[in-house]
């Protein structure tokens, strides 16, 4: 499985980006997608996770209400709509995959993760 992200920048704080993931390969192993992200000095963190096959979604609370998870299975890609950007929000994006498992949060359930893409919020 390999994974693309894509749709990083840099934006003003209030503003919106969408992130997006390409997933190619064994894409038949990727029953739960999700987007983690990493700011210097921090752990990676789960954002928001999206079942391939139910489209059940979860987020943390940090971003609920302001992102959106999305995955076009006709496509193979996944995407992160994050509006309402807030300086906090910088960080290094990931996109994730693996199977479906009561613990989106844990970092050791997925197999497969993309390079990351880099979002940066001003003030």
């Known amino acids: 499985v390999h994974l693309v992200e894509s749709g990083g920048g840099l934006v003003q704080a209030g503003g919106s980006l969408r992130l997006s993931c390409e997933v190619s390969g064994r894409t038949f192993t990727c029953y739960l997608m999700s987007w983690f992200r990493q700011a210097p000095g921090k752990q990676r963190d789960l954002v928001a996770a999206?079942?391939?096959?139910?489209?059940?979604?979860h987020y943390s609370d940090s971003v609920k209400g302001r992102f959106t998870i999305a995955r076009d299975v006709a496509k193979n890609m996944v995407y992160l709509q994050m509006d309402n950007l807030k300086p906090e929000d910088t960080a290094l994006y990931y996109c994730a995959s693996g199977p479906e498992t009561p613990v989106p949060s844990a970092r050791i359930n997925y197999d497969y993760w993309g390079q990351g893409t880099q979002v940066t919020v001003s003030s």
């Open positions: 999206i079942t391939w096959t139910s489209g059940d979604v």
